[in-house]
């Protein structure tokens, strides 16, 4: 997404068709299991799945050619080795517009 981009309920842009943009939001759900650095962003975009606005879906394909241009990124989980994972983490306070809560759940 792009840096600072807010995200809201009360977009006044066009209407989507709900159906599709809920399939898109499940192919990118699906994909997060190998792919951790979308997950923040699909996780924005999924609050939107009852009412899309075409901004929201514009988000979506953006994520979507992201992951087109990565598709070498990714986690391998290799079987009976040792694994060590490390996270980071960034805590975005009241970053909702619709109701100034954390979206990133820190």
């Not at 939107?48 to 598709?71: C, D, N, W």
Request: glycine share 8%.
């Amino acid at each position: 997404m792009i840096t600072g981009c807010k995200l809201s309920l009360e977009d006044f842009s066009k209407d989507v068709e709900q159906r599709l943009y809920r399939s898109m939001i499940g192919s990118l759900l699906y994909v997060t299991a190998s792919h951790l650095d979308v997950m923040q962003e699909v996780g924005q975009v999924a609050r939107f799945q009852a009412a899309p606005k075409e901004s929201h879906i514009i988000v979506v394909k953006r994520i979507i050619r992201y992951l087109k241009g990565t598709m070498e990124y990714g986690l391998w989980y290799p079987k009976g080795n040792d694994l060590v994972i490390q996270a980071y983490t960034y805590a975005d306070r009241a970053g909702s517009v619709d109701d100034r809560k954390s979206i990133s759940g820190a």
